[in-house]
């Protein structure tokens, strides 16, 4: 009824799907266990472990000031691009022929154009959503962190159970981090449904094989895991 072509179906098939099966490989399977995001949870603990003996918290607050400003700047930049998306409804006949004439590209009617231009602002809804969330989330594991006791003898166990409560809080925000950037990545995969659907689904393969890869098999990971040496340049060399 919209006039997209069985193709287009597929791609958008495709595109779901690739979404779903990468958000349950890093946290629904045991598979995610692997993942760089799940090694940089047992750091957020280390850290709050960390912290729990250190009277002076001075670089604690600068790292939490980190990244609640990094999720800030992804919320500002998700508002910014739903912005810039509502403006693409108005441009539908100037746009329309260059898309056609591109390889690879269709012709396509105003409607599908206005649809397809929904579906991308709908993705930079869901990551502004998260990203705004996230950036909730930190705040609240600053609070919970402004509650953790100095460490000492009679109050071990009321110490650690806390800093575990701010890792938890932590890790819950990141995770909402990671969506929203996921949200960001699958939207430069979305923009090849604007040429035609081989674009689509050729762009959808290549962001999920890059995302795949950055968190299974990354020198990232290896290095989080200490696994990655990097071999030094000689001392004699300038």
Do not use: C
Not at 215 to 237: K, T, W, Y
Request: charged content about 15%; cysteine-free.
């Amino acid at each position: 009824m919209l006039g997209f072509t069985v193709l287009d179906y597929v791609a958008m098939g495709f595109f779901g799907v690739a979404w779903f099966a990468y958000h349950a490989a890093v946290e629904l399977t045991p598979a995610g266990h692997r993942s760089l995001n799940a090694v940089m949870n047992q750091y957020r603990y280390r850290w709050m472990e960390q912290l729990v003996v250190r009277e002076n918290r001075i670089v604690d607050t600068t790292i939490m000031a980190s990244l609640m400003n990094g999720t800030a700047f992804f919320a500002s930049t998700s508002l910014i691009a739903i912005g810039g998306v509502l403006a693409l409804l108005r441009s539908a006949d100037a746009v329309l022929p260059v898309f056609a004439n591109l390889p690879f590209g269709q012709a396509t009617t105003p409607l599908i154009w206005e649809v397809k231009v929904i579906g991308l602002a709908i993705i930079f809804v869901y990551a502004f959503f998260k990203f705004a969330w996230s950036y909730r989330l930190f705040n609240y594991m600053a609070i919970i962190v402004g509650a953790v006791p100095v460490l000492n003898e009679g109050n071990r166990e009321e110490g650690l159970a806390v800093a575990h409560q701010a890792a938890s809080m932590n890790i819950v925000a990141g995770k909402h981090f990671n969506r929203g950037q996921r949200a960001f990545f699958f939207s430069l995969a979305y923009l090849g449904w604007f040429i035609g659907p081989y674009v689509f689904v050729v762009a959808t393969a290549a962001v999920l094989y890059v995302m795949w890869r950055r968190q299974f098999i990354s020198d990232a990971r290896l290095a989080a895991l200490g696994r990655n040496h990097v071999q030094e340049p000689d001392a004699g060399r300038p």
